[in-house]
């Protein structure tokens, strides 16, 4: 059963008394949603020396560390604000096991009320390629990825970045809106403009790998 309004008001209540076991209890609400964002956003490089649950927690502990900031009177909602903890811990975490690889990992990492169109496209390529990747395929990986990548660099910066959010963290469009510090109304817009064009993008890549390949 759904968790009701007032038992959300009063844990925020309490958060922002700075009550760890509130900011515990919210936490593992959005849990799920967090993992999928730390799915969506990490580095490929990343994954096989770090655990998503891994950089959940060390996120957790800074959150922990940072309740200050939200109990201070922030307008930003509880879940805008636990991702942007999180997407600056999944930073942090690229710094540390890529070092030099990453050069400047704020680059490579949408931040909060800033998208960052190289790391959307790059996220989105590493989805799409799961789907348009057999063994067929395989050898010329790189080669169609690096495809994909450019196709959706052609996309609206903004856009890409509503759609990732709205289609693949799952946010909603008033969360999108936050995050992105747009209107609901703009933000529910670009939504639909990004779909259309999404299709667009399918429709391109499997017109190249039947060109490349005779098909998938």
């Known amino acids: 059963m759904a968790d009701s309004a007032e038992?959300?008001?009063?844990?925020?209540?309490?958060?922002?008394?700075?009550d760890e076991d509130a900011l515990?209890?919210?936490?593992?609400?959005?849990?799920?949603?967090?993992?999928?964002?730390?799915?969506?956003?990490m580095d490929a490089r990343l994954r096989g020396r770090v655990d998503a649950e891994d950089v959940l927690q060390e996120a957790y502990l800074d959150a922990a560390k940072r309740m200050h900031h939200f109990s201070e009177g922030t307008s930003t909602?509880?879940?805008?604000?636990?991702?942007?903890?999180?997407?600056?811990?999944?930073?942090?975490?690229?710094?540390?096991h890529l070092g030099a690889q990453m050069r400047d990992a704020g680059r490579e990492v949408a931040i909060?009320?800033?998208?960052?169109?190289?790391?959307?496209?790059?996220?989105?390529?590493?989805?799409?390629?799961?789907?348009?990747?057999?063994p067929t395929l395989a050898?010329?990986?790189a080669e169609l990825a690096e495809h994909?990548?450019?196709t959706l660099d052609q996309m609206d910066p903004m856009?890409?970045?509503?759609?990732?959010?709205?289609?693949?963290?799952?946010?909603?469009?008033?969360?999108?809106?936050?995050?992105?510090?747009?209107q609901q109304k703009a933000a529910s817009i670009r939504y639909i403009r990004a779909l259309r064009r999404f299709k667009d993008v399918l429709g391109e890549i499997?017109?190249?790998?039947?060109?490349?390949?005779?098909g998938i």
Do not use: K, Y
């Not at 515990?24 to 956003?41: G, K, P, T, V």
């Not at 909602?77 to 942007?84: D, G, K, Q, T, Y």
């Not at 970045?161 to 992105?180: G, I, M, P, Q, Y």
């Open 7 to 18: 038992e959300s008001a009063e844990l925020l209540g309490r958060l922002r008394r700075s």
């Open 24 to 41: 515990a209890a919210l936490f593992s609400r959005h849990r799920d949603r967090l993992l999928r964002l730390l799915e969506f956003r």
């Open 77 to 96: 909602s509880f879940f805008i604000w636990l991702r942007m903890v999180v997407i600056q811990t999944l930073i942090d975490v690229h710094r540390r």
């Open 112 to 134: 909060h009320g800033a998208p960052c169109s190289q790391t959307t496209s790059v996220s989105l390529a590493a989805r799409l390629l799961g789907h348009f990747t057999s």
């Open 139 to 141: 050898a010329r990986r």
């Open 148 to 150: 994909l990548r450019t």
């Open 159 to 182: 856009d890409r970045e509503v759609l990732a959010l709205r289609h693949f963290e799952e946010l909603t469009n008033s969360e999108v809106a936050e995050e992105l510090e747009i």
């Open 206 to 214: 499997a017109a190249f790998t039947d060109a490349r390949h005779g």
